[in-house]
């Protein structure tokens, strides 16, 4: 074609082409600009930005002074402004007089700074060349360093000389003392008004000001530097797991949540912005205040005042109103002068600014409102001082969810309840996000993500009683005692890493009935340790002497029916296995099967106990046979006969009759309450003679409820009294029965476990046992066959049942198999039932929790959890799950009343009362097929744990297997109707549901990076080690451990620091003790938080009088168990701990429950009404002393290692408690943990103390340490002119010993020269040694003479000597305590012979000084030594009251080592009677061995 | 139930002007008296120590009859007001200072003396012991407790003993059957039985008022336990109880 000038394409065309696409470009421009300003985060931040100006007006608000004191804030910005004028004013005179003085002194001031710099510099420069030995360079640089330092001392000397001119100038206009004023104006001022200052110039840059910030913000504009934008956390060490990649996890949570950091973004506080300002009082005056400061602070409107002022004192005075014009001038005077005010520089907004304004409610939703609050726990999290501050954690490692996402759909938020679902669907469009893997966790689940980094769950209660974590530490606490872990593996390690909490069985036999090979074996892995649980279960080796095979059957098929509260779950009786839901030819295997159990374990248990039997026997003969010494052999090898005592019945029962009060008695005493409960205990009784036997209202559920234990027990069912025998044996020594009880040996004796067990096996109680139809032999074999057919053809599984195995094919069976419990030939009733039963119990996995015989080395039957907490959706069988739901519940909306959470909704009452099961929709709904989640699975699996598989088709074996386990423990409240009640209880059971599910959402097995997991220090860790014994055995049941916590408001402190308890802070302290302030129980550790006090406190003792025991309403009563330190108008004051107080009810924000103690207070409670002469009135102290004692403080009071010899072989201590430290079945390194416990608890807890663990030291027993104190104390006896009245006491003692020792010499040189004489020649030489050598000695005694004795008095003895005396001292410690051989004048304190490796040196100082501060009750010792006045006890031990408390400290700490030394009875007891005999007997007659 | 007879005299004279106070004060009195048939005697004290110095025939007492009158001695009585915070307006201004002399309590021979001891807040209690032998003083109150131990001879000033709501209860651990109460009020009104049971409160100021009466066996004497019995005080009247009946508890 041939070339033409004509376009190629059509200009008209292309500009009309060009022209729309420029439209469409500009429209789609603007569009995406539209579509940008209008971003979700976005709007947020708009609206947050109006949020923030108007909180930070109600902070100007809040830090503004009081109306009242307005006139002193105003006086002391006057002042200030005064000061700061003057000031001006002087130096300005100086300079006026003086010239360029300062400058000048300012310009050489500058000199010399520069010279230094230049001399420093090339001091380095040379310091460098001479690193490298550069001669060259160091010369070179040294010149210039000489000339720099001369030049810097001709500066120096000119400055210093200007200095002082000025010095002496600004003396003369008194400028130092101006100076001096201003900094005290400015503190006065800043006290006042610095929050006020801060805030009120914060305010003013939040407001949205001016044309620049609007502009930016506009749409398009904002595009390029918008005042909004995303705020996030990256985190390159805490990254997202991909499956197959780590990300790196990046936060931007808080460019939504914008008030999460900020202090006070409370919800009632953003509530507030949406009331109209201008109708609240408060405010409204409160800003009349603001105004009025801000309108002292401009000068045009102070000039307005005084014109206004001006006109009405003259008018005032044209009128004759002399006093009001007075009163007019002297406001005038108050007025700031305007040409000052320049001076205070303070550069505030106007008034206008600072006015609050009301945000819309429609702008402020309570989504919003959500949305901006900030953190609820600033104290743990997202604050940078607290444990998980949100520059290191971040957001999405607790809350899942999507971090990166800045839309609500998209960062994956989850719902709470249904409720919350509907609101969300309607406010933003809320679905589920399906892209999404770890959605955010609602908020009732939102514990589980602690288990991520604190695997001991223990851990999550902080001071031992906070407990942070409730619901997570619920569920741990239920998974633990219901032995989850025994079918479904809860491991926590991977590839030995540890990645959530360890909750395996521990081997079988257990590691302390190991060998010590063994044991190393079994210990010798780190990547692979043993587990530590116990099977939760009692053991069932010795079930035939306990009960009998009616009540087993009827226990099996429903244990609830039995024990309402029991821990056992049911495997009958439920949706898959009822007889009605079962095809007819399973219909009959249930009972059955129950039948072929009972026979199996019963029949296992004879066979043991005969072995246990012949094992003893076989032990106890003298001369044993080959193959007698062979059998003893092997029944030695099995850990469970080893272990055993003899069967109880080969027990001789005590003959002494038993009388139902007194075994009522023991029963309430002995601390069987402390785990027990007795339906019988409930009410009160009188004994034969009409003396009260109280109530104890127990609710511990630690053991089993005692109420139905005679229906439970004996040979022969219905015929309690044939267990007799097994009862009292079981209560002298369980462990004999079952070696891993938790039951302990309470140390009764025969005579008193014969009172128990008959007033148990007495008490009557209905029950209606679950009938079992018997086992017919046809059912029997159909089952046999079922099994059989597992293993072999058809032909053989239906032929074995009937005729049995022949010789042949028994051989060939497997040793462990269970077919050989059919035998050889055809099996009896009995063999098919051993065989059925076994097979039975192996299928449901009993001895997960029991320990059966020939079940020993059982897998667990169960799905492990380890991971299951992010187990994918689709590898969960849902099956039958949502049409079970909808045939056996009624599904309603909210399970808790909105109102009170505490209370169950009405719906929920209401399904209840329609005799339904009611269900909770928002679990209800994770069953539908559509949005199917593994919440909703576990929730329906925990509920009803056999419903999946609910009308299939499946053989009786292939049947889940799960069983329905109960989760709470309610208890019927006096009042409550049935119906209230049975609404209450499923609610209960419900949250004890959602506790479990936490914990096992919460198993995630994540390998978080090791800098995140919560690693304890060595104190720490000891802690919550110690915790896991301690409730292993219920030590809390008895003891009070931990003193509770409460956060209160402060009080009116002028109020507060009248009440008697408050110890003014004086040291030397004037009062009835001395004040250890070292010491937390006499000086407290300061507040962390200004606005609030922490205390310890533990509930208080009861009061003499019953009536007294409920606090007044609107108090609560505290009893300090800490003391509490706190200041009121510059002085410190303490509150000791043992004080009371009665504070109001509401200055308390929260209060945590003391850890242990309940059974303390029931058994006070008890004594006191028992027995009121011994226990009530005055002496309610007592009650308590007869209760187990307070472990409070254990750590500084005892020593370690007595602690541990204690704990594994506990003996009596304390004359006055009615019942014993019982022995537990606890190994060395439990108790181990238990003393590291207590020790790392003071040293925490009470940092002045400096405890150390696990060693303590104690000097007292040193020689040194002794003679040391022996020298002080003769000088005091001199200085006191005592000196020579003992020394003339103790002569006749010295001249008594003196003879003594002298007629021992004699004689013994008397029998030296006889036998010398008497001696044949050969041994002459020795026997002529020994006359010299006894001769030498009578020399040496006659020579040193008493002097001697005098000597060793002075140098060793006087100290210890006068200790002793005082201690002895019949008024003092021999009142109660043993000391020595003197007995007291009542047994009521324990042995003192026995403190010194009992207690710590330490503790006993202060314990002397004053025990009631250890204590939560009136101790039963008194203070004994005064702090003020003249000291006593002057003629036993010369000292002060401290030097005495000293003394005694010391006799008590060295008295193994002194017990001996004769001087100690040299002189009476005072106090006590006669003088003992000249010649008294020996200290003690078992001393105690070092 | 206890059975108690209350005579209220109606007040006919009151002074209409002329009074120096406004407010005006009346009298309270009565008479505490048995309400058994059989009078009990007193309780013979277990002495399990000490003996040399306390002797073995040591009576309890706790329970003071006397045998002509019925009257009861020892009983506690007390006003508090009807916010029962322990403190009453309008002092009598011959009232309002508190007495500077000591309150004492002695322990001569294992008892104390006086069993029972009423003072005001803030003046001093002198606890003495002029016995050979050591006593510990426990002094247990709701709020308030102190334990010294007393040497022979030797005594102890308490001067910070705050009023509480009801006496505290006295007692000596080392010897277990020494017993007593103290009682200690924000205000004056406070009374302990005469040996014939009288008692008398006077200047009281006038108004609705709370009374408490107290025995260390009987507990509560007055109606109404410890929310108190309601009275009403008539400005220059006395109020006379009459004889209010006392039993043992049960």
Redesign the interface.
């Known amino acids: 074609m041939a070339a033409t000038d004509a376009f190629y394409r059509n200009q008209k065309t292309l500009n009309i082409i060009f022209a729309v696409s420029s439209i469409v470009m500009l429209v789609s421009i603007v569009a995406m600009f539209m579509e940008d300003y209008n971003r979700e985060w976005k709007a947020e931040q708009r609206i947050f930005r109006d949020v923030e100006e108007e909180m930070t007006k109600r902070a100007v608000l809040a830090a503004a002074p009081s109306e009242e004191s307005l006139g002193d804030v105003i006086r002391a910005e006057r002042t200030l402004a005064e000061a700061k004028k003057s000031l001006a004013e002087a130096r300005q005179a100086l300079e006026k007089k003086y010239g360029d003085l300062l400058s000048r002194k300012l310009k050489k001031e500058n000199q010399k700074a520069t010279i230094k710099a230049d001399l420093d510099s090339i001091t380095s420069f040379y310091n460098q060349a001479a690193e490298k030995h550069d001669s060259a360079a160091m010369e070179k640089h040294k010149r210039e360093v000489d000339r720099l330092r001369a030049k810097f001392d001709e500066v120096t000397i000119e400055f210093e000389d200007l200095q002082r001119e000025y010095d002496s100038a600004a003396k003369e206009h008194q400028i130092p003392e101006k100076e001096e004023e201003v900094k005290k104006a400015e503190r006065a001022h800043k006290q006042m008004l610095s929050d006020f200052d801060r805030f009120a110039k914060l305010a003013s840059q939040k407001k949205w000001r001016g044309w620049r910030e609007g502009l930016l913000n506009l749409p398009f504009i904002d595009a390029f530097a918008s005042p909004t934008r995303i705020q996030q956390y990256t985190f390159d060490e805490l990254p997202i797991d991909y499956s197959f990649k780590y990300v790196t996890r990046f936060d931007r949570c808080t460019t939504c949540h914008l008030g999460l950091e900020k202090l006070g973004y409370d919800k009632a506080a953003l509530r507030q912005l949406r009331e109209d300002p201008g109708q609240n009082k408060q405010i409204a005056s409160g800003f009349k205040v603001v105004e009025q400061i801000l309108k002292y602070r401009d000068p045009e409107s102070i000039e307005k005042i005084r014109k206004d002022l001006e006109r009405k004192k003259q008018k005032a005075q044209s009128e004759g109103k002399n006093e009001e014009a007075a009163e007019l001038d002297k406001r005038l005077s108050d007025l700031p002068d305007p040409g000052s005010l320049s001076f205070l520089n303070l550069n505030l907004p106007e008034a206008d600014i600072l006015r609050p304004r009301q945000i819309s409610p429609d702008v402020l939703t309570d989504s919003r409102v959500t949305q901006f609050c900030s953190h609820p726990r600033q104290d743990l999290f997202v604050d940078g001082n607290s444990p998980h501050p949100a520059e290191k954690f971040g957001c999405t490692i607790c809350h899942s969810g999507q971090g990166s996402a800045t839309r609500f759909y998209e960062a994956s938020h989850t719902p709470n309840d249904a409720a919350a679902v509907k609101r969300w669907q309607h406010d933003f469009q809320w679905k589920s996000n399906h892209y999404w893997d770890y959605a955010m966790l609602p908020s009732r689940f939102t514990e589980s993500a602690c288990l991520k980094c604190h695997h001991q769950v223990t851990d999550l209660i902080r001071d031992g009683v906070r407990n942070e974590a409730p619901k997570l530490v619920q569920g741990y606490n239920l998974v633990r005692d219901l032995g989850c872990f025994g079918c479904h593996e809860i491991a926590g390690l991977k590839s030995g890493r540890k990645v959530g909490p360890d909750l395996r069985l521990e081997p079988d036999p257990p590691l302390d009935a190991m060998s010590p090979t063994d044991r190393i074996k079994a210990t010798g892995d780190p990547l692979n340790p043993p587990g530590t649980m116990r099977k939760v279960g009692p053991n069932l080796y010795r079930l035939a002497e306990k009960t009998n095979a009616e009540w087993v059957r009827a226990w099996i098929k429903s244990p609830r029916g039995f024990r309402p509260d029991t821990r056992m779950p049911h495997f009958y009786m439920q949706p898959n296995n009822s007889p009605e839901n079962l095809p007819e030819e399973q219909r009959k295997f249930p009972d059955t099967e129950i039948h072929a159990a009972t026979h199996y374990l019963m029949e296992k248990s004879r066979q043991h106990l005969a072995e246990v039997d012949s094992y003893h026997t076989l032990k106890a003969k003298a001369n044993p046979s080959k193959e007698e010494q062979q059998k003893l052999a092997s029944l030695e090898a099995k850990y469970e006969v080893r272990t055993a005592a003899p069967s109880a019945s080969k027990l001789t029962l005590p003959e002494a009759a038993t009388a139902p009060d007194r075994g009522r008695a023991l029963f309430s005493e002995k601390g069987c309450l402390a785990c027990h409960q007795h339906d019988a205990m409930r009410t009160e009784v009188r004994t034969a003679d009409n003396k009260p036997l109280p109530a104890i209202a127990a609710e511990s559920n630690f053991g089993p409820d005692l109420s139905r234990l005679a229906l439970k027990l004996g040979a022969e069912f219905g015929k309690p009294e044939t267990a007799k025998k097994w009862l009292v044996s079981w209560l002298l020594n369980p462990s004999a029965h079952n070696p891993r009880t938790l039951m302990p040996n309470v140390q009764l004796t025969a005579a008193e476990a014969n009172e128990i067990a008959s007033w148990l096996l007495a008490q009557k109680a209905e029950w209606t046992p679950e009938p079992v139809a018997p086992a017919e032999a046809e059912t029997l074999k159909s089952m046999a066959q079922m099994y059989l057919e597992k293993l072999m053809p058809r032909k053989d599984a239906k032929r074995i049942p009937a005729s049995g195995f022949t010789a042949e094919e028994f051989e060939k069976l497997a040793p462990e198999a269970d077919e050989r419990e059919l035998g050889i030939g055809a099996p009896d009733d009995s063999r098919l039932k051993m065989y059925v039963g076994k097979k039975g119990i192996a299928n449901l996995g009993c001895y997960a929790c029991h320990s059966i015989p020939g079940m020993q080395a059982a897998k667990p039957i169960g799905v492990a959890l380890n991971e299951w907490g992010k187990k994918d959706v689709e590898r969960i069988a849902f099956e039958d799950a949502e049409s079970f739901l909808k045939s056996h519940f009624a599904v309603v909306e909210l399970r808790d009343n909105p109102k009170d959470k505490s209370k169950p909704h009405e719906e929920w009452a209401r399904a209840i009362k329609a005799g339904k099961k009611p269900y909770e929709q928002y679990f209800a709904d994770m069953l539908d097929h559509h949005h199917r989640a593994r919440e909703g699975f576990l929730h329906l699996k925990l509920t009803e744990p056999r419903s999946y598989d609910y009308n299939r088709i499946r053989t009786w074996d292939e049947r889940l297997r799960m069983p329905q386990f109960k989760f709470a423990r309610s208890k019927k409240m006096k009042d409550e109707s049935d119906e209230a009640f049975a609404a209450r209880e499923a609610k209960e059971e419900a949250e004890g549901r959602e506790a479990v599910m936490t914990f096992i959402l919460g198993l995630v097995a994540e390998s978080i990076p090791a800098k995140y997991v919560y690693n304890p220090s060595a104190d720490k860790a000891a802690e919550v080690r110690g915790r896991q014994v301690l409730d292993k055995y219920n030590c809390a049941g008895c003891h009070t451990i931990r003193p509770g916590s409460i956060e209160m408001k402060l009080p009116n402190l002028k109020e507060f620091d009248n009440d008697p308890n408050i110890r003014k802070q004086e040291v030397p302290y004037t009062g009835d003790e001395f004040i250890l302030n070292e010491h937390i129980a006499w000086s407290g550790l300061s507040q962390k938080k200004p606005d609030r006090w922490s205390l310890s406190v533990v509930n208080p003792p009861l009061q003499p009088n019953p009536e007294d025991d409920e606090p007044v309403a609107g108090k609560a009563n505290i009893w300090f168990m800490e003391a509490l330190q706190f200041r009121n108008e510059g002085k410190t004051r303490n509150v000791p701990a043992g004080s009371r107080m009665e504070i109001d009810q509401n200055l308390i924000l929260k209060s945590y429950p003391q850890y242990g103690g309940t059974f303390m207070e029931l058994l006070a409670k008890y004594l006191r009404r028992k027995d009121r002469e011994n226990y009530g009135d005055s002496k309610i102290n007592y009650a308590y002393a007869a209760a187990p004692p307070t472990l409070v403080g254990e750590g500084e009071k005892v020593q370690p290692d007595w602690l541990y010899q204690f704990l594994l072989n506990p003996y009596p201590i304390r004359p006055l408690t009615v019942l014993r430290m019982p022995k537990f079945n606890m190994s060395p390194d439990e108790a181990m943990a238990i003393v590291n416990y207590f020790n790392a608890v003071d040293k925490v807890r009470n940092p002045g103390i400096g405890l150390t663990y696990p060693y303590v030291g104690v000097p007292q027993r040193d020689e040194t340490y002794i003679a040391a104190k022996t020298t002080e104390y003769i000088n005091r006896l001199k200085a006191a002119g005592k000196y020579e009245a003992r020394k003339k006491e103790l002569e006749p003692f010295w001249n008594r010993q003196y003879q003594e020792k002298l007629k021992e010499a004699e004689d013994r040189a008397k029998k030296a020269a006889e036998s010398l004489d008497k001696a044949p020649e050969t041994e002459k030489a020795a026997a002529q040694q020994a006359k010299a050598t006894a001769d030498k000695l009578l020399a040496d005694l006659k020579a040193a003479g008493v002097k001697e004795m005098e000597r060793n008095w002075e140098e060793r003895e006087a100290y210890m000597a006068d200790a002793s005396r005082l201690v002895v001292h019949g008024n003092l410690c021999l009142t109660c305590h043993q000391v020595g051989s003197e007995p007291p004048k009542e047994f009521k304190g324990p042995n003192l012979n026995n403190a010194w490796q009992r207690m710590r040196p330490d503790w006993t100082y202060r314990w002397v000084v004053n025990p009631n501060r250890f204590l939560h009750y009136v101790s039963v010792m008194p203070i004994n030594f005064k702090a003020t006045g003249a000291p006593e006890n002057q003629d036993a031990f010369v000292g002060s009251s401290d030097q005495q408390i000293a003394a005694v400290r010391d006799f008590l700490m060295a008295y193994p080592v002194i017990k001996d030394w004769p001087v100690l009875r040299a002189r009476p007891v005072l106090g006590m009677g006669p003088p003992p005999p000249a010649t008294p007997a020996p200290a003690d007659k078992k001393p105690p061995k070092d | 139930m206890r059975s108690r007879l209350f005579a209220y005299a109606v007040l006919t004279s009151l002074i209409v002007g002329g009074s120096l106070f406004a407010q005006g004060f009346g009298t309270i009195k009565g008479q505490i008296v048995w309400g058994e048939d059989k009078v009990p005697s007193p309780r013979m004290l277990k002495i399990?120590?000490?003996q040399?110095h306390c002797g073995n025939g040591l009576a309890s007492d706790e329970l003071i009859i006397d045998p002509k009158t019925k009257g009861v001695k020892n009983v506690i009585i007390w006003l508090d007001s009807l916010k029962m915070d322990g403190v009453i307006a309008n002092i009598h201004p011959g009232l309002a200072a508190v007495p500077k002399d000591k309150v004492e309590i002695d322990q001569p021979q294992c008892l104390f003396v006086p069993r029972i001891t009423l003072l005001r807040e803030g003046q001093t209690l002198l606890v003495k012991n002029s016995s050979p032998?050591?006593h510990?003083s426990?002094i247990?109150g709701?709020?308030?407790?102190?334990?010294?131990?007393i040497?022979?001879k030797?005594e102890?000033e308490i001067t910070?003993?705050?009023a509480e709501?009801?006496p505290y209860?006295?007692?000596c651990?080392?010897h277990?059957w020494m017993?007593g109460r103290i009682g200690v009020f924000k205000h004056p009104y406070f009374a302990l039985s005469k040996a014939d049971g009288t008692f008398e409160i006077k200047n009281v100021p006038a108004g609705d008022l709370l009374l408490y009466m107290q025995h260390e066996v009987s507990?509560w004497v007055h109606k109404g336990?410890?929310n108190g019995q309601k009275i009403t005080i008539k400005a220059g009247g006395t109020l006379d109880l009459g004889k209010i009946m006392m039993k043992n508890a049960d």
Do not use: E, F, V, Y
Request: glycine share 14%; proline share 8%; charged share 35%.
């Open positions: 399990d120590k000490d040399d032998k050591a510990n426990k247990l709701k709020n308030t407790t102190k334990n010294p131990l040497p022979p030797g102890i910070d003993l705050k709501a009801r209860m006295l007692g651990d080392i277990g017993a507990g336990g410890k």
